[in-house]
T-cell receptor
Framework: NAGVTQTPKFQVLKTGQSMTLQCAQDMNHEYMSWYRQDPGMGLRLIHYSVGAGITDQGEVPNGYNVSRSTTEDFPLRLLSAAPSQTSVYFCASSSRTGNNSPLHFGNGTRLTVT | AQSVTQLDSQVPVFEEAPVELRCNYS??????LFWYVQYPNQGLQLLLK??????LVKGINGFEAEFNKSQTSFHLRKPSVHISDTAEYFC??????????????FGTGTQLKVEL
């Protein structure tokens, strides 16, 4: 059972560089989302998608772009990395567009921006 | 908008002792409530959830939580902890029927450290 797979696990960027965090799920989940986790702040929603071709902003979307061309994949793009984006990023998915379906999380990508 | 407060950032406890992790929420409408656990260097896993019905909810690994509407609380309990319960625990809330997606609002987490 692969579940939710995130790559890479670790990444170091210089300020101004761009990169894409990959997320793939093999559970045919309609809903996918990206969170960032920072010490003392819990997890905050960046962007989410309720299906292929549909995305929307979460609580902290600035500096990030997403797209959802397939059900399986939901990449997160950092256009111009900033030190404030140093964080651990989690991708999550759930089985249907409802509020009571549990989220399945990947193991995270630890990003450092210098 | 809804919010979640976990007042205790760290809870140390001895093995086989009981533990309670506190969670309070704020919302003007009915909500769904969740507890997730995060082991080191891993993603979050669902422990239990409250949707409706019985206010006492049982989850995995011997954990349970009680929904108290009047006190807007959803505290997590375990009668006897094990070293393997050492992890960070997150309380989360979502609004029913928002039209799509499980947009959880998380608390700041409570680090449970079980000691011998």
């Amino acid at each position: 059972n692969a579940g939710v797979t995130q790559t890479p696990k670790f990444q170091v960027l210089k300020t101004g560089q761009s990169m894409t965090l990959q997320c793939a799920q093999d559970m045919n989940h309609e809903y996918m989302s990206w969170y960032r986790q920072d010490p003392g702040m819990g997890l905050r929603l960046i962007h989410y998608s309720v299906g292929a071709g549909i995305t929307d902003q979460g609580e902290v979307p600035n500096g990030y772009n997403v797209s959802r061309s397939t059900t399986e994949d939901f990449p997160l793009r950092l256009l111009s990395a900033a030190p404030s984006q140093t964080s651990v990023y989690f991708c999550a998915s759930s089985s249907r567009t409802g509020n009571n379906s549990p989220l399945h999380f990947g193991n995270g990508t630890r990003l450092t921006v210098t | 908008a809804q919010s979640v407060t976990q007042l205790d950032s760290q809870v140390p406890v001895f093995e086989e002792a009981p533990v309670e992790l506190r969670c309070n929420y704020s919302s003007s409408v009915s909500v769904y409530l969740f507890w997730y656990v995060q082991y080191p260097n891993q993603g979050l896993q669902l422990l239990l959830k409250y949707l409706s019905g019985s206010t006492l909810v049982k989850g995995i690994n011997g954990f349970e939580a009680e929904f108290n509407k009047s006190q807007t609380s959803f505290h997590l309990r375990k009668p006897s902890v094990h070293i393997s319960d050492t992890a960070e625990y997150f309380c989360a809330v979502s609004l029913p029927f928002t039209g799509g997606g499980n947009k959880l609002t998380f608390g700041t987490g409570t680090q449970l450290k079980v000691e011998l």
